[in-house]
């Protein structure tokens, strides 16, 4: 496996056909959403909840959050863009931030639970899972465009990337660590709390509503923390921390906040 990366230099585009062009990212992004979807879906059916209810939300959160990702995106890396305004458009190229995702997708969700009058936490809690399920797979469509890798290493594990696609100042290095790959790995490890998590919601049916989805926030956020270190990422600097670091602090302290409150206002109520 280890030799397997070492070795091989992937190229982004499944197949051609005419001016027709299939790209692993957009695939593997695709197959992921699917899985993911089916994930939710099924959940719903544990959960006696309306499925129609889901497949309309999916069109809104698909829109959602894809603008959220972009959006999010080109502002973090302005300087790629700011001469090239036509590529902001290219999606299938890359370029779609998980935080983006998040908000995006937060919002819409939101929005279209209380317009339904449906419980928020309760759908939060499904798509959580669904959309760490799709990040694992989605999340590896980056080793195949060769972008968000991280700094240069001489491990085993180590990937090549093409001279095109190495930042300036990192020419003379061939090997970096695959930091998409790690993240698929450890979003691999979070589905499978939030699933043990789920299973016991079933079977006590003590879980609150919405602590599954502050799981996977909380969960993520100290994950992209320590990924950030090795990423090469050019960002600004904000109290020596990267802004998707400063960020997903910020979101973990939220996240604790409302476990803190919930346990709480759960302590006082029992009294």
Request: proline residues 3%; hydrophobic residues 50%; contains cysteine.
């Amino acid at each position: 496996m280890f030799n397997f990366l070492h070795t091989y230099h992937p190229e982004p585009t499944v197949f051609s056909f005419g001016p027709l062009q299939v790209h692993w990212y957009g695939l593997l992004m695709v197959i992921g959403g699917l899985l993911g979807f089916a994930l939710i879906l099924k959940l719903a059916d544990h959960y006696k909840l309306n499925k129609k209810f889901f497949h309309n939300l999916l069109i809104y959160w698909v829109v959602g959050a894809v603008l959220g990702a972009r959006i999010y995106y080109v502002i973090y890396a302005w300087e790629l863009y700011r001469g090239d305004w036509g590529s902001v458009f290219h999606v299938w190229q890359g370029g779609l931030a998980i935080h983006g995702i998040m908000l995006g997708g937060f919002v819409t969700t939101y929005v279209y639970a209380k317009l339904k009058k449906r419980d928020f936490w309760l759908v939060a809690d499904l798509i959580a899972v669904g959309l760490v399920a799709a990040q694992v797979i989605g999340r590896v469509g980056n080793y195949f465009n060769q972008e968000i890798f991280g700094r240069p290493t001489d491990a085993a594990w180590g990937i090549p990337i093409d001279l095109v696609n190495r930042p300036v100042g990192f020419f003379e290095f061939e090997f970096f660590h695959p930091t998409f790959l790690y993240e698929s790995f450890g979003n691999l490890i979070i589905l499978g709390v939030l699933l043990g998590l789920t299973y016991w919601r079933f079977k006590r049916k003590t879980l609150q509503a919405g602590n599954i989805f502050l799981v996977y926030l909380l969960l993520y956020s100290v994950q992209r923390i320590i990924l950030e270190f090795y990423r090469l990422d050019f960002s600004p600097i904000v109290f020596g921390l990267r802004w998707a670091q400063l960020l997903s602090f910020v979101v973990v302290f939220v996240c604790l906040s409302v476990f803190v409150y919930r346990g709480i206002r759960g302590f006082l109520r029992r009294k």
